[in-house]
């Protein structure tokens, strides 16, 4: 055990031991972004909101219920410059949870990237590097 702080990315700080090491292979990063998604196979499209991300995934809030397994399109919105620009993934739901919203009900879900565009990916990596 070296007993080394290490910085998380959520903030804070943790102690280096085998019982407390960070196990995602990304790091995380606060972001608060409008999404568009629609379930695979389906017409219907539906908003939500990322509370964070990495290059590996999202963490969205949305009055819609996803089971785990489903596959989605997503678009990213985002502001570049005085444009609204986008990026685009697919991404499948990992695990799900009830989350109200200011007195709302509510849903929490991860989502991983199965499918994104190296163009789209480094859209993605350069909004993270602002939010760090």
């Known amino acids: 055990m070296s007993g080394r702080i290490i910085k998380h990315a959520l903030g804070g700080s943790m102690e280096d031991s085998n019982l407390t090491r960070e196990k995602r292979r990304c790091p995380r990063f606060h972001l608060s972004l409008p999404i568009e998604f629609r379930v695979i196979n389906d017409k219907y499209?539906?908003?939500?909101?990322?509370?964070?991300?990495?290059?590996?995934?999202?963490?969205?809030?949305?009055p819609k219920n996803l089971p785990i397994g489903t596959?989605?399109?997503?678009?990213?919105?985002?502001?570049?410059?005085?444009?609204?620009?986008?990026?685009?993934?697919?991404?499948?739901?990992?695990?799900?949870?009830?989350?109200?919203?200011?007195?709302?009900?509510?849903?929490?879900?991860?989502?991983?990237?199965?499918?994104?565009?190296?163009?789209?990916?480094?859209?993605?990596?350069n909004l993270l590097g602002e939010a760090y």
């Open 45 to 62: 499209f539906h908003g939500a909101m990322i509370v964070n991300a990495s290059e590996t995934g999202l963490l969205v809030q949305s």
């Open 71 to 125: 596959k989605l399109n997503i678009a990213v919105l985002f502001s570049k410059g005085f444009e609204l620009a986008n990026f685009e993934v697919v991404a499948e739901v990992v695990w799900a949870k009830t989350h109200p919203n200011e007195g709302k009900e509510g849903y929490q879900f991860g989502l991983r990237f199965v499918h994104i565009l190296e163009e789209d990916r480094q859209k993605l990596k």
